[in-house]
């Protein structure tokens, strides 16, 4: 079971959750990193934010499906986007927030940083999941 909340007193979070917690002898996965890559190694949205953090959720989305869990049972993420600016941490941000971990709302935290793993690429996402005893539905 998963128990998430907003704290009573501080500043309503913008689409996530300020606590998750998770019953002892329910089993998590901690996720790598997904980037913005396709089966074939290329990188997918050459300078585009919003198309990178698409390919991300959907690389997410599938590993997350392989161990049997799923967006929705995600409980915590952290989204790195390459900018020194806000605009396009706010634009990652909103397709995060249509996507499935929106669901939740699970915890995270959104950063700028100078630069990421592969040449080009703007966008990465790490999580931690709720790994269910039946199999994920999909919201």
Known sequence: MIRRSTVPGLFPPPGYAHTAVVEAGTRLAFLAGAVPLDADGRLVGPGDHVAQAHQVL??????????????????????????????PLSAVWEVVNASGLAAGPHTSTL?????????????????????????????
Do not use: C, F, H
């Open 111 to 139: 950063l700028g940083v100078a630069t990421l793993g592969y040449t080009g690429q703007l966008v990465e996402i790490t999580v931690t999941a709720v790994v269910p005893d039946e199999p994920a539905v999909e919201g």
């Open 58 to 87: 959907a690389n997410l989305e599938s590993a997350l499906r392989s161990i049997g869990s799923g967006l929705p049972q995600v409980v915590a993420s952290t989204v790195y986007v390459v900018s020194p600016t806000p605009g």
